[in-house]
């Protein structure tokens, strides 16, 4: 079922692209025989069509492959067969009664190009590249300033001299073809017309410098140029950002999609130079027909019906999607995450995991355009197709987009009331830190098992963050990479004051932005978007972890506004820490070069109170390993009445080497498993009769039962799959366990995890059976156990019992954060731990929440404390 069709306009001939006026409330198609089609958008009405070429008669020798337009809808560009880029002034608009199109300036090469596939313009240099059939890359600047010259009409493309069909006579003369002849005649006649009339730029040609012809740009056709645009502070580090500088992407048959700068040096009018310089190179391994930028994504149709889209923070590919049409991708749309490809059989649009398709046309459609709502004033969201059918169809996609319209449209409006605010001191104040949270919550950054929305979702938060950071201060803030295309890690430094006469430490703050699934089902408000009721903040990721991030944030931005920090804060915030941190180590080795000084703290906010009334500091973490156990048989599923005793079955054979782990007490049975063990201080058994006596915890829980939750190792078997349906009579292929190990400072993981395996396949070895063990570690961490006596513990008690007027409890916990061991061994420095939330947080749980006073006091606390350490 297609989605409703607000207007079709039907053509002769194929329409082969479009560009929208939204301002103007206009829409250009460029058609196969060479005419550019005017039409209102508030009438349907075609008002007004151009004739390219020579002569108004019906021909195809300037088909109109290409259509851009300047920002201010001043100017339009038109590329294509006759290899020729012509600019026309637009004047007025359907609201003014009246509309003027006149061409300003035909743009030519000597070099034989052949036709124009691709064109994009850059207003802020005033720039024109546009992507040839020879595969050139050819660019002019300073277009609009151009000033009339003298001009050899005869140079054209399709009036210079033809090696094959203006040859000399008998008589040695220069005998031109028909053609050619009456095309110069008529161009002459044409152009002078135009130039003796009122506006005197019109009409002129403008020779595209040799300097500015980038032969063999691309292995193949240059089908689609498009611009980067992005505020300049956020775009991507490897770019070297400069002034009059400008970054363009181009795609190619050669399956490459390159980033490309471009640079003007000139301040003259009269030159036309600019200075084109490769920047980096994506490879799609299919031709490039189309492209798309929603930053910070690459969108890239390509041909067997392929879309890949790609980071442009990291270059890397973050996903590919796959039509049921596997027609080759003529042009992409996107509209807030929903993906339009254009196909030969009709359009198909990509939303999360989910694709429609849709007919469209009689034929293949080969351009496309939308129309954000709003736009011109209309109530719908609206999207345009041509195709070779010669039919153009105005659809309204407003129901297809309206799942993600909200959400989207509230990070635009983020952007505009920072833009407003930042002059202001209110900027920094909590409803604006509330208004922060209230954006980051609704990007569900779910990075264990990520869906196509939740991988997008997860950059796009980054890309918030960063450009949260440098509206708050920071002097660097880049994103690095992952491998395996993990959300990448933010790294972002503010500098301390230069003016301050205190030693200058150098401070990290970790934390994380991705967040655990949630079942809306269990949930009693949305869980992606932010519910402030009764004194809490309720959604996920409010305090595991991203209010407590934006606490030492805006912390940190108060002292640099204020200009009282005294130390560099260095924040390093991964995206796949609830995916075991999937990366992170890897990532950090290979920006060790960004830690070359030296590291006097690092601290986090990752944690809760044991209650809901007593602050805790946290000092301690377990460690663990995630495992699977698999036994395998060389049979299929079998049936038990057929050949149950006949073979060892892989269940009972899992079940047999899994009940050897562990004693009839519980006790674990892993070799070594013990050795090492720290064991408790007078002052820690003291610690744990204070926080029995003191904290408001459950009749249940004794010093005993924190001992072997903080301070005991642990082995737990959590979850049980076998193949086939699950069927009481059907003996499984294959049977697996998940096994999670809880480990405790002074156990070393390399030598449980091998310890482990060994064992495993020790037993397995003994029951004799043609069966097959696989183990495979499912993720790591070492446990961590901090020094509560060090200064930064200490100022941070002080502070917090100045904030609650209670002394808070020092604590330890069972459970594990992969990155806070490694983070204190490579950084070599001590870490702490400050929790923000209370016992009731529900983090992982459905109806996650957090106190608001829990959350502003934290901030607080860390305004003092920064400085302090």
Not at 516 to 538: I, N, R, S
């Amino acid at each position: 079922m297609s989605p409703p069709q607000l207007h079709k306009w039907s053509h002769d001939f194929c329409i082969l692209s479009t560009v929208i006026f939204p301002k103007k409330k206009l829409l250009f198609a460029g058609t196969q025989d060479s005419k550019i089609l005017c039409i209102d958008l508030s009438t349907y009405n075609l008002i007004h069509t151009i004739y390219l070429g020579v002569s108004e008669e019906t021909n195809t020798r300037s088909s109109v492959l290409c259509l851009t337009k300047s920002v201010d809808e001043e100017y339009l560009f038109s590329g294509g067969a006759d290899s020729l880029v012509r600019v026309w002034s637009v004047r007025g608009g359907p609201e003014d009664y009246r509309l003027s199109v006149k061409e300003m300036i035909t743009i030519y090469s000597l070099m034989d190009i052949g036709d124009i596939f691709s064109l994009t313009y850059i207003d802020e240099l005033d720039l024109v590249v546009f992507g040839s059939q020879n595969a050139s890359l050819l660019y002019v600047a300073n277009v609009s300033k151009h000033k009339h010259a003298q001009e050899d009409y005869a140079m054209l493309p399709h009036l210079r001299f033809d090696k094959f069909f203006d040859s000399k006579g008998p008589q040695q003369q220069l005998i031109m073809s028909d053609k050619s002849s009456e095309s110069l005649n008529t161009m002459k006649s044409r152009t002078l017309s135009m130039s003796n009339g009122e506006d005197e730029s019109q009409g002129q040609i403008l020779q595209v410098p040799s300097s500015n012809i980038l032969p063999f740009a691309h292995n193949g056709f240059i089908y689609s140029i498009v611009k980067l645009e992005s505020r300049r502070d956020t775009l991507p580090v490897y770019l070297n950002v400069k002034e009059k500088t400008q970054y363009i992407i181009s795609g190619g048959g050669d399956g490459i999609s390159k980033v490309w700068s471009l640079q003007t040096d000139s301040n003259s009018e009269t030159d036309h130079s600019a200075s084109l310089y490769l920047i980096s190179e994506l490879d799609n391994e299919e031709p490039v027909l189309s492209q798309y930028i929603e930053f910070p994504f690459l969108y890239v149709g390509l041909t067997d019906g392929i879309v890949k889209i790609w980071d442009l923070n990291t270059n890397q590919l973050v996903s590919t999607l796959q039509s049921d049409d596997y027609s080759d991708i003529s042009s992409l749309a996107v509209c807030r995450d929903h993906i339009f490809a254009s196909q030969k059989h009709g359009i198909t649009k990509f939303f999360q995991d989910d694709i429609y398709h849709w007919r469209g046309h009689q034929g293949s459609i080969l351009s496309s355009q939308i129309l954000c709502k709003g736009c011109t004033k209309n109530p719908y969201t609206r999207l345009i197709t041509g195709g070779n059918d010669g039919s153009l169809v105005l659809w309204n996609i407003t129901d297809l987009v309206n799942s993600s319209q909200e959400s989207i449209h509230s990070h635009e409006n983020w952007e505009t009331d920072r833009r407003n605010s930042w002059s202001a001191t209110t900027f920094l104040d909590n409803d604006h830190m509330l208004h922060s949270l209230s954006s980051l919550v609704q990007f569900q950054t779910v990075s264990r098992k990520a869906d196509t929305r939740q991988l997008l979702e997860g950059r796009r938060c980054a890309t918030f963050f960063q450009q949260l950071l440098f509206k708050l201060g920071a002097k660097h803030c880049d994103l690095l990479p992952v491998k395996n295309g993990g959300n990448p890690i933010i790294y972002s430094v503010f500098s301390g004051n230069s003016k301050s006469t205190v030693e200058r430490k150098r401070i990290v703050w970790y934390g994380h932005y991705d967040v655990v699934a949630a079942d809306m089902e269990d949930w009693k408000t949305d869980p992606f978007k932010l519910t402030c009721e009764d004194g809490f903040l309720k959604g996920r990721g409010v305090s595991d972890n991203k209010a407590p991030l934006l606490a030492a944030m805006y912390a940190v931005a108060q002292l640099v506004h204020n200009g009282e920090l005294d130390h560099d804060i260095v924040f390093i915030i991964e995206g796949q820490e609830e995916n075991g941190s999937a990366g992170f180590k890897e990532a950090l080795e290979e920006n060790r070069h960004r830690f070359n000084e030296k590291i006097d703290w690092v601290i986090l906010s990752n944690s809760y109170w044991l209650d809901e009334n007593i602050p805790c500091l946290n000092y301690g973490l377990r460690g663990m390993v995630n495992l699977k156990v698999s036994v395998t048989s060389d049979e299929p599923n079998r049936h038990s009445g057929f050949d149950g005793g006949v073979h060892r079955e892989p269940t009972a054979d899992l079940i047999n080497i899994i009940s050897k782990l562990q004693k009839d007490d519980g006790s674990i049975l892993i070799p070594g498993y013990y050795d090492n063990i720290k064991s408790l201080s007078d002052k820690e058994l003291s610690q744990l009769n204070e926080i029995v006596e003191r904290a408001h915890l459950h009749e249940s829980v004794t010093v005993e039962s924190l001992i072997a939750k903080w301070t005991r190792p642990s082995l737990s078997v959590t979850t049980m799959t076998v193949s086939g349906p699950g069927e009481p009579t059907v003996i499984p292929q294959s049977a697996s366990v998940d096994i999670s190990i809880r480990l405790v400072p002074g156990q070393d993981v390399d030598k449980i995890k091998e310890s482990l395996q060994n064992y495993l396949h020790s037993c397995f070895s003994k029951l004799k059976t043609k069966n097959h063990l696989s183990i495979k570690i499912l993720n790591e961490a070492e446990a961590w156990l901090g020094d509560p006596s060090n200064t930064a513990y200490q100022v941070i008690r002080e502070e917090v019992a100045k904030e609650w007027g209670v002394e808070p409890l020092m604590v330890r916990e069972g459970g594990s954060i992969p990155s806070v061991r490694y983070l204190e061994k490579t950084l070599e420095a001590p870490v702490i731990q400050i929790p923000c939330g209370q016992s009731s947080d529900k983090a992982h749980l459905p109806n996650e929440q957090l106190r608001m006073k829990n959350w502003y006091r934290l901030r607080s606390i860390l305004v003092r404390t920064f400085n302090r350490l």
